[in-house]
Each structure stands twice: as structure tokens, then as C-alpha cells.
């Protein structure tokens, strides 16, 4: 398949990073997914903007146009036939040529790679059982709200939650949920209202959780943005995760307890047929 690096489309069994890209060194660049569906890119714009906020906070170059980088994106959807899956774009500090902690100076470029990966993102299994999921204690750094590719936490949550048999694992910080470990996390309360946490820099600001308050501010559904602890989603009707690629995606089990009747709500459902819809016809389940 066909890769974009730096400055050009490239196979991608030829694209090569020095071993001195502070990507590789100090994990310090950022990235963003964007899912593709039929062909088509799902909110490239809107993680556009979030990439620029990332650089902004880091102080990180940013010396693209959005259209070339759009370009990019369409040209290897199409290279490579991706019908389904997504475009994962990075940006590192570059290659300095040495390891220094300090920032080198504007002279080094930052390093841009973007390539496709495809995969079934529609037809989820998981959507029809819901996901069990963990909780973990939030070791992460306390600029969450940044897109960093430091994403080792992450990992380390997902391997526990592997452990344990379940599907993922949501992230605690003083007894209440900060996030999932690569998704945003809502819940529906016994009374019928839509819970997520606030913005801060405990939590990434995801495109698909704007996406559904804006789909619920339309439908005029009452959202409370606020932290809620595991014990409150476990008694809660519905929870669910947001992320680029899956959408809406219900979780039916936590820490073991069962949330609801144990399959995934109507509020769940809904909401991933209205954001699925706003990307045009045929894209519902
Ligand atoms: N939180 C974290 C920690 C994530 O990694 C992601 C996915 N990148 C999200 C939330 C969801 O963000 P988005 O809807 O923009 O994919």
C-alpha cells in the first residue's frame, strides 16, 4: 500500500524514520484517526482543527494547508481502495539528528506520516452484544486533552482488560470515570438523562462526543456535562463509548455488572444511527 511521508506518496515497505525523529525518542508528536466510509472521510474537518489545537499546545510546527493534508487523505483512500476503515495522520518534532530534551530549532522540520488501514467498521459484532469493559486507575499525564502518540497507558489498559476478559477498559481518577482508554464515555441515568464529562485536560476532546451533544442538543435531549463514578454507571440504564471508528458503541458490562438489562439501550442505538446518518444514505445498520 501507498504511504504520504514528508513530502511524498511512498510504498509503504520504503518509508523510513530516523532513529533520531523525536516521535521515536521522546514520543513527542501527535496524531489523529479519521474514519472512511464508503470511500468518504467522516469529520475530516473537525480533526483537522483538533490536530492544530495539539500542535498549538506543544508549540509544534504546523506548516500544511488543511486542503493539502485533505488531499492527502483522498488520494490514498483512493491509491489504496480503502472502502472501509481509516487515515491515521502524525506529526513529529523531526529529526534533530541527535537526542537532546530540549526542542531543536525551526530549521528541523517536523516529520509527516499518514497511512490507511482497512477495516470493518460498520459491521461491528460488538454493537449488537455491547462491550464489557474494566475499570483501571488513570495513570495517564495530566494534559489528556492533548492528541499525543504517548499512548502507552492506553496500552497498558487495554492488556489488563484483555486479562481479565473484557473488551476495553474506562480510566478512574478520584473514584470517577475519566474516559475510556481510547474512547469518551456517556451514560443514561434512571431517569433518562444523558450524562458525559466536562472538557478539562482530563480527557480528550472527542470528535464523535461533540458530534452526539450536538445530535442531542438538535433533538432537544437533556445532556448534564459532569463526572460520574463506575458505582453510578453501574446503575445506570445505558453507558457507552465514542470514538472516530466505532461510532456509538454500547457497553453492557462493567467491572463485571451488568448495566440495564444487560443489552445495549435504545438511546445507544439511536444515537449511533443518527451520527451514522449524517454521513449520508446507506450507511445505517
Ligand atoms: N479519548 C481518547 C483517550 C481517545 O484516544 C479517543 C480516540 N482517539 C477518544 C477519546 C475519542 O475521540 P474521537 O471521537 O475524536 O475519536
Known amino acids: 500500500s501507498w504511504v504520504w511521508l514528508n513530502e511524498d506518496y511512498c510504498p509503504a515497505d520504503q518509508a523510513w524514520v530516523s532513529v533520531f525523529d523525536r516521535g521515536f525518542l521522546f514520543a513527542d508528536g501527535v496524531y489523529e484517526v479519521t474514519?472512511?466510509?464508503n470511500g468518504e472521510l467522516l469529520d475530516f474537518h473537525a480533526h483537522m482543527q483538533r490536530l492544530q489545537r495539539s500542535c498549538r499546545a506543544l508549540e509544534l510546527a504546523f506548516p500544511w494547508a488543511v486542503e493539502t493534508l485533505q488531499q492527502i487523505h483522498e488520494t490514498l483512500v483512493a491509491r489504496n481502495q480503502l472502502h472501509e476503515g481509516s487515515v491515521y495522520l502524525q506529526i513529529t518534532r523531526g529529526n534533530p539528528g541527535k537526542r537532546d530534551f530540549h526542542y531543536?530549532?525551526?530549521?528541523?522540520p517536523p516529520t509527516l506520516v499518514v497511512f490507511t488501514q482497512s477495516h470493518n467498521i460498520l459491521q461491528d459484532a460488538r454493537v449488537e452484544r455491547g462491550l464489557s469493559v474494566v475499570t483501571c486507575p488513570d495513570i495517564r499525564w495530566q494534559r489528556c486533552d492533548i492528541k499525543t502518540v504517548s499512548l502507552l497507558a492506553a496500552s497498558m489498559a487495554k492488556m489488563a482488560a484483555?486479562?481479565?476478559?473484557?473488551d476495553d477498559a474506562v480510566f478512574v481518577t478520584d473514584g470517577l470515570i475519566t474516559e475510556a482508554s481510547s474512547a469518551n464515555c456517556?451514560?443514561?441515568t434512571p431517569g433518562g438523562k444523558?450524562?458525559?464529562?466536562?472538557l478539562s485536560q482530563a480527557i480528550l476532546p472527542g470528535i464523535t462526543r461533540a458530534a452526539i451533544l450536538e445530535i442531542c442538543q438538535q433533538h432537544h435531549l437533556e445532556i448534564e456535562t459532569r463526572a460520574f463514578s463506575p458505582?453510578?454507571?453501574?446503575?445506570?440504564?445505558?453507558v457507552f463509548i465514542t470514538s472516530a471508528t466505532t461510532f456509538v458503541?454500547?457497553?453492557?458490562?462493567?467491572?463485571?455488572?451488568?448495566i440495564g438489562d444487560g443489552r445495549p439501550g435504545p438511546v445507544a442505538i439511536s444515537l449511533r444511527n443518527a451520527y451514522l446518518s449524517r454521513f449520508g444514505a446507506g450507511l445505517q445498520r
Request: hydrophobic share 50%.
Open 35 to 37: 474514519a472512511v466510509v
Open 104 to 108: 531543536p530549532d525551526v530549521s528541523v
Open 162 to 166: 484483555q486479562a481479565q476478559g473484557a
Open 186 to 188: 456517556f451514560m443514561v
Open 194 to 198: 444523558l450524562v458525559t464529562r466536562a
Open 231 to 238: 458505582q453510578e454507571a453501574c446503575g445506570a440504564r445505558e
Open 249 to 258: 458503541m454500547p457497553v453492557t458490562r462493567l467491572d463485571g455488572n451488568l
